[in-house]
């Protein structure tokens, strides 16, 4: 559905795409794309050039900008969801890791896919443990009874153990290093929550599906005992509980 309010005030304005793109320093295309389309938002210092183009307020042309920007609630802490977790930007992932400054915590079962996506994220780790961060690894059992029914469940070439001991190899590179730390679990085979100081990422993972096509929760803490603290509480019982590798 095309933007009208964006549309209307252009025309009051005089002001055509071509200009109002000059004016946001975009493309043409990009202006047809917001005027097209109004859930297309465009980034905030764009909605201000536009604002001052048109002389209107952005909460005018953009409200569902507004409304994201002022959630109230539990659901506050929710940054983001994506249907599924490969959907999540990698930038994602490796800024909240270079962020961090006290904890990053990764209780997937496997967590295979992060030295898949992150090839030198064992040389990173290692560097954020220097700078003081503590780094825990909460992984799966590749031998346990739990492991093997996840197996015959998801029926994937790439086996729930082999993809553990992936991980438990990439962990012996580390072995050498104080500030990282990891454990065994088997509890948390339907969640994986990756804990990066206030932040997270958290994937439920469906019925017979791999982590990868499982949805995923971008989470901010805002509040106590909000939808952080009580997945931040599930991994610490979980690794509480968790033993030695």
């Known amino acids: 559905m095309a933007n009208v309010s964006l549309r209307r005030a252009?025309?009051?304005?005089k002001i055509t795409e071509h200009h109002l793109a000059e004016r946001c320093g975009v493309?043409?295309?990009?202006?047809?794309?917001?005027?097209?389309?109004?859930?297309?938002?465009?980034?905030?210092?764009?909605?201000?050039?536009?604002?001052?183009?048109?002389?209107?307020?952005?909460a005018v042309?953009?409200?569902?900008?507004?409304?994201?920007?002022?959630?109230?609630g539990p659901d506050r802490e929710v940054l983001s969801v994506y249907p599924y977790r490969s959907a999540c930007p990698k930038s994602i992932w490796r800024n909240l890791i270079s962020s961090a400054v006290g904890e990053i915590t990764l209780a997937g079962y496997t967590n295979y896919f992060?030295?898949?996506?992150?090839?030198?994220?064992?040389?990173?780790?290692?560097?954020?443990?220097?700078?003081?961060?503590?780094?825990?690894?909460?992984?799966?059992?590749?031998?346990?009874?739990?492991?093997?029914?996840?197996?015959?469940?998801?029926?994937?070439?790439?086996?729930?153990?082999?993809?553990?001991?992936?991980?438990?190899a990439e962990l012996e590179q580390l072995r050498d290093v104080p500030g990282v730390e990891a454990r065994f679990s088997d509890e948390h085979i339907a969640m994986s929550a990756f804990r990066f100081d206030s932040e997270m990422l958290v994937t439920p993972h469906l019925a017979k599906l791999v982590g990868h096509d499982s949805p995923m929760l971008h989470l901010k803490r805002h509040q106590d005992d909000g939808l952080f603290d009580r997945f931040a509480y599930h991994i610490s019982e979980l690794w509480s509980a968790g033993r030695a590798i």
């Not at 900008?65 to 959630?71: E, L, P, Q, S």
Request: aromatic share 4%.
């Open 61 to 72: 042309l953009w409200p569902e900008a507004i409304r994201n920007t002022v959630k109230t």
């Open 114 to 168: 992060l030295w898949l996506e992150h090839p030198n994220l064992a040389k990173v780790l290692r560097r954020k443990t220097e700078q003081g961060c503590k780094v825990r690894f909460l992984v799966g059992d590749p031998d346990s009874e739990v492991t093997r029914r996840r197996e015959e469940i998801e029926s994937v070439p790439l086996t729930v153990s082999t993809r553990i001991r992936i991980t438990l």
């Open 10 to 13: 252009m025309q009051d304005a």
């Open 27 to 58: 493309d043409v295309k990009t202006v047809a794309r917001w005027v097209q389309d109004e859930t297309r938002i465009p980034h905030q210092r764009h909605q201000w050039s536009a604002a001052e183009a048109l002389g209107v307020d952005s």
